[in-house]
């Protein structure tokens, strides 16, 4: 048998990546979006891939694109609906358009010309009309007026954004400036377009709109949407649901709780009951999703409280309405289950890895999954048969490829608690020899990395390349319970600093991990914890971090596009509570810092603005203490091109290579002196804050900090995970 090749970044950007599936009405067959990298030419393309449920070979269904996606069958499912940019009759796409294909094979068309973009779509149940997000100005009236306000938009000379908004940009994109995203109606034979929101002050939510965000009633002459009643528009606000009926334009609310967010809503198959998910964002802005139920004229009615899991979208109901299907987390994994109303009692249907999508139609189900150990793959549940793969892109690949075993342990870390911990070994790992233990510290904080497989930052790459990977899903983790998540609300740092080194101190006991050459890695959130540990965790723990598209200082974040949420999350405004916010804040400790990092951002990121991590490298080459800048002026939160993925990879190695401690017991000279205690304890220095004593530790270092010369703040933020996305 040939010797396996360990798997490394280029492998990554070699497999081919599954979108989410859309299934045609008799459960035959299902649409996917599959993308596929060239790194020699350093760009992406996708095509539409019809997948067999019954044992036929994948399908190539478009030819000419280079980005279709978003696919789903006509209700007939005889053709394909889809969002792309093409060149089509000599006319190349400025936006994206909506276009449709016949299953059988033909060429796709262009269906009508919408000048302001077709978001995302839904079918009305006759397959004549689509309903479609559009960003569009809210004072004009009329396709034309939109047309000649777009084509002066894109020939002005001028290139300042102003606005007056409080919610102006998000992730690595500005809002549109002067537009506002609404829901238009188009349809399919001439291709002509109906704005259902113009001459009123609706609008869909400016975070990214999709699908999941409106449905079209069973009938076809309603249209069910979250938008939020407040005047100003932020990060924060809190959605109501309206009805808008298509052919007269009349609007009504049919559900509303200022002490509630709702979100996703989907039409029972009788079109009497709504289901969508509910926040209870006045009680903790933490509070998780629920499944709610509003039936015709009926206040809503949360079902699922007794349930300690987040409802995540979308959600879809069964035939007979007696239960919907949804996604959730739990332990560190992410599965398909049911929800029966009738016992509200939640059954799990398909079990992760991680589901990412799904659809069921006709009693066919199919799901697309990743595990730790293989990329996304499209499996087929049909009833009384046991599931099937569908479609084997990435198999022959991963067939050479080897990748180390992995698995969950536990240890206990802060209040006592169990905290998981998920290892990844080198794929010839030997316990006799002595492997770099490497902390990987993901983002959020309210996510929880496990049985998936990431791209970006992806475990069985790190641990091919010789280390010992943990993973902890540490206090403040998602799918652990809704206590757990919040436990480290107004005390970030804290909890999650005990669990991690909670981990580090377990597996140093293990002979197989060499106590010279001990790292932290992080981005996001991980890269503010990777910024916390260099300020408290006595220097010759650690040989050297990682710090990713960190948070250094949390008044600077106020730059970023979350500032919404600081006071929520923090404990309070800056403005009110600096020392607060300060406690919070590695800049405020920085004159701990002693370990080696490498500082690495994108300047389109604008959840962590880049300033946070020149900030964070100055500040360390201020102090003398061995750092290195990776700068990307092309890239945002993520590193998605696949150049600059490689060199990620290979600057990360390389650092991490370099950097060991001096000595066998894993302890330099600085460390033995620094005032603190054991780095195990992980105390946070702080004030005391109300209802939290502050330790001796804590305000020693508080007092030391204060004598300081301040920092000035350069940047923004933590990563919050935004609130309906795995981060």
Not at 419 to 436: C, E, G, M, N, R
Not at 547 to 567: E, I, S, Y
Not at 623 to 648: C, F, M, T
Not at 693 to 717: D, L, Q, Y
Request: aromatic share 10%; proline share 6%; hydrophobic share 40%.
């Amino acid at each position: 048998m040939a010797r396996r090749t360990p798997i490394t970044v280029e492998h990554l950007w070699q497999m081919q990546r599954l979108g989410a599936p859309s299934l045609s009405p008799d459960g035959a067959q299902a649409v996917v979006a599959l993308a596929s990298y060239a790194m020699d030419d350093n760009r992406a393309e996708s095509a539409l891939w019809l997948l067999s449920t019954l044992g036929g070979a994948p399908r190539r269904l478009t030819q000419c694109g280079e980005k279709d996606g978003q696919p789903r069958f006509s209700p007939d499912g005889h053709q394909v609906g889809f969002v792309a940019r093409r060149e089509q009759q000599g006319k190349k796409d400025e936006s994206p358009q909506f276009y449709l294909i016949p299953v059988d094979g033909g060429e796709a068309r262009r269906v009508g010309e919408v000048a302001t973009g077709v978001e995302a779509f839904r079918w009305c149940p006759d397959g004549k009309r689509i309903v479609f997000v559009s960003w569009v100005w809210p004072d004009l009236k009329g396709n034309k007026a939109q047309a000649q306000a777009m084509k002066a938009q894109r020939e002005r000379k001028e290139t300042g954004y102003a606005t007056a908004d409080a919610l102006y940009r998000h992730w690595d994109h500005f809002v549109p400036q002067g537009r506002v995203p609404h829901l238009h109606v188009m349809d399919v034979a001439s291709g002509r377009v109906r704005d259902l929101f113009e001459g009123t002050d609706l609008e869909l939510g400016r975070a990214e709109p999709g699908s999941d965000c409106f449905d079209i009633s069973p009938d076809g002459k309603r249209v069910v949407f979250a938008y939020d009643p407040a005047p100003d528009k932020r990060q924060d606000g809190r959605f109501a649901l309206a009805e808008l009926e298509i052919a007269s334009g009349r609007v009504a609310t049919v559900a509303q709780d200022l002490a509630w967010d709702l979100s996703s809503p989907r039409y029972a198959p009788d079109g009497e009951q709504l289901a969508f998910i509910a926040s209870h964002q006045a009680l903790t802005h933490t509070a998780p999703g629920q499944l709610a139920i509003c039936r015709r004229g009926e206040a809503f009615e949360v079902v699922s409280g007794a349930w300690d899991h987040a409802v995540q979208a979308p959600l879809l109901w069964e035939d007979d309405a007696g239960a919907l299907l949804l996604g959730a987390e739990e332990r560190g994994r992410r599965h398909l289950w049911r929800f029966s109303l009738a016992d509200r009692r939640a059954e799990r249907v398909v079990s992760g890895g991680w589901v990412q999508a799904f659809d069921k139609t006709a009693g066919t189900l199919v799901t697309v999954a990743d595990a730790a150990d293989h990329p996304a793959r499209a499996t087929a549940h049909l009833p009384g048969q046991p599931p099937r793969r569908i479609e084997h892109f990435n198999d022959a690949l991963m067939a050479q490829l080897a990748l180390g075993r992995h698995e969950e342990i536990s240890v206990t870390g802060a209040q006592g608690d169990a905290v998981q911990v998920w290892l990844f070994y080198p794929p010839d790992f030997d316990a006799s020899k002595q492997y770099p233990l490497l902390q990987v510290i993901h983002g959020g904080p309210h996510t929880a990395v496990g049985d998936g497989f990431h791209y970006r930052w992806n475990n069985p790459v790190f641990a091919a390349a010789g280390h010992v990977v943990a993973v902890v899903n540490y206090h403040g983790s998602s799918s652990f319970g809704h206590a757990f998540l919040d436990s480290i609300t107004h005390r970030w740092g804290e909890l999650e600093l005990q669990d991690i080194e909670a981990a580090t101190t377990e597996l140093l006991k293990r002979p197989y991990i060499d106590p010279r050459r001990v790292y932290a890695t992080g981005g996001s959130y991980g890269g503010f914890m990777v910024a916390w540990m260099n300020a408290h965790v006595p220097a010759g723990r650690y040989a050297a971090y990682v710090c990713h598209a960190g948070c250094f200082d949390w008044v600077g974040m106020f730059a970023d596009d979350a500032w919404a949420w600081h006071a929520k999350e923090l404990g309070g405004w800056y403005w009110d509570d600096m020392a607060r916010v300060h406690a919070q804040s590695p800049h405020a400790h920085a004159g701990s810092m002693a370990t080696p990092t490498l500082v690495i951002h994108g300047a389109l990121d604008y959840r962590v603005p880049d300033a946070q991590g020149l900030a964070y490298y100055n500040t360390l080459k201020a102090l003398g203490v061995p750092a290195r800048l990776l700068w990307y002026p092309d890239e945002n939160h993520w590193i998605l091109k696949p150049h600059n993925s490689r060199q990620w990879y290979r600057e990360f190695f390389a650092w991490l290579g370099v950097h060991r401690l001096p000595d066998g017991n894993g302890r330099t000279r600085r460390a033995a002196d620094a005032p603190a205690k054991a780095a195990g304890a992980a105390a946070r220095p702080a004030p005391k804050l109300a209802g939290r004593p502050a330790s001796k530790t804590a305000s020693k270092a508080a007092s030391k900090a204060a004598s300081r010369p301040e920092i000035k703040p350069e940047t923004k933020p933590a990563l919050r995970a935004t609130r309906k996305a795995r981060a």
